[in-house]
């Protein structure tokens, strides 16, 4: 009868699936259940191509296929030759796509991911005006550093207007130039949140050139955004502690350098006078008053040695100039005179030492050694006359 009944032969059956096995082989086996019963489930690997999804415990799906009996244990069971997700589970499904389809793109490199500024001073937030997400947000930033300025773009985060809304606040909080950008809401279900799985969003988080922190529900929610985003933060507390650094910290952080720079020029100036100090040892022997020593005396030395050189020079050529007096002594009139000998000028002054330099007549002077007689000249005699006028 249930292979010849036609309707038993296409069916939907819409339930929970529990006690999902992925066997070896490649058949999967499970249980569809509901408030009111249960049935059980096979799914042969030849059909595995109409599954687009891994299934899971508690998943809603509509799954379809035929009735029949499995004689071995006479019972009936649903053999599935396609499954899809009901419900959430079809958003589910819509995200697992998208989600795919972005990756492969390359949207979810982290090469595109920008870092988070340390130290900001305009913090933008896209979420709901109202809420405990923009509270929290506000009231930790300003615990943690109360300069921060804080701008809210208030933009729907549920329902069909939420995806364009959540645009325009990232477009306009980067217009704006705010440092950071927190994008995110409360918590909810899949279709509360799914304004965060919509392309355009992600698109929009994407070509922000604002780094972005993603803050979309509790810390089990995961979105499109938090894939696309910069960073993502588990809840939006989270998110204001991840954008804006305590100031404790900051003051913590300058106080520490400062105490660091300070050492390290008190380091700086101790090697500076301990260098100072050893170049002053090395140029003390070098320096000017030294060298101003050395060479006064080095001249002072030079001095005494030319004053000694000049001194035997001297020595030596008064030597020499007596040897020399003693010799022109030797051939000096004087001395001759001294030994009896005159000496003869003519009325010149010359010298005479022939008859041939005068004449007779001629007045003569004939020095003598202790004084000069004025004389004429007599009379000229050749040189062998022995008698003879005297003059």
């Not at 207007?161 to 809401?185: C, H, K, N, Q, Y």
């Not at 919509?198 to 929009?204: K, N």
């Not at 810390?219 to 696309?228: H, K, L």
């Not at 991840?242 to 003051?251: E, Y």
């Amino acid at each position: 009868m249930f292979t010849q009944d036609y309707l038993l032969q296409r069916l939907f059956v819409k339930g929970e699936v529990s006690n999902c096995k992925y066997h070896s082989s490649g058949h999967i086996y499970f249980t569809l259940k509901d408030s009111r019963g249960t049935i059980s489930c096979v799914m042969f690997a030849g059909s595995r191509a109409g599954l687009s999804f891994r299934m899971s415990e508690g998943q809603q799906v509509i799954v379809g296929g035929t009735v029949d009996v499995y004689e071995r244990d006479g019972k009936y069971q649903l053999y599935a030759r396609q499954i899809m997700l009901d419900g959430s589970g079809l958003l589910y499904e819509r995200f697992e796509m998208l989600k795919r389809e972005l990756e492969e793109s390359g949207m979810f490199a982290p090469e595109y991911k920008r870092p988070i500024p340390r130290f900001i001073r305009t913090l933008g937030v896209v979420t709901a005006d109202t809420g405990a997400a923009v509270r929290d947000i506000i009231q930790i930033a300003g615990r943690r550093n109360p300069y921060v300025q804080i701008i809210l773009y208030p933009a729907i985060v549920q329902g069909e207007a939420a995806a364009a809304s959540i645009v325009r606040g990232i477009r306009a909080l980067e217009a704006f130039g705010v440092d950071v950008m927190i994008v995110g809401r409360g918590g909810g279900s899949i279709e509360d949140l799914w304004a965060f799985n919509e392309r355009e969003v992600a698109q929009a988080v994407f070509d922000c050139l604002v780094p972005v922190i993603s803050a979309v529900g509790h810390e089990t929610d995961t979105t499109i955004v938090d894939f696309v985003a910069d960073l993502r933060a588990p809840t939006p507390s989270a998110a204001a502690e991840l954008a804006v650094t305590d100031i404790r910290d900051i003051l913590g952080a300058v106080s520490s350098y400062r105490d660091g720079l300070q050492r390290l020029i008190r380091r700086r100036l101790q090697e500076s006078r301990a260098r100072a100090r050893q170049m002053e040892l090395r140029l003390k022997p070098a320096g000017p008053a030294r060298r101003i020593r050395e060479k006064r005396m080095a001249a002072l030395s030079a001095e005494e040695r030319l004053q000694e050189r000049m001194r035997r020079l001297l020595e030596r050529r008064k030597h020499e100039l007596a040897i020399y007096i003693e010799r022109m002594r030797g051939l000096s009139p004087l001395e001759k005179l001294n030994s009896g000998y005159s000496y003869v000028e003519d009325s010149g002054g010359h010298n005479v030492r022939s008859v041939r330099q005068v004449r007779e007549g001629e007045d003569i002077t004939v020095r003598v050694k202790d004084g000069r007689i004025r004389a004429r000249v007599l009379g000229i005699l050749p040189p062998d006359h022995r008698g003879g006028e005297t003059c």
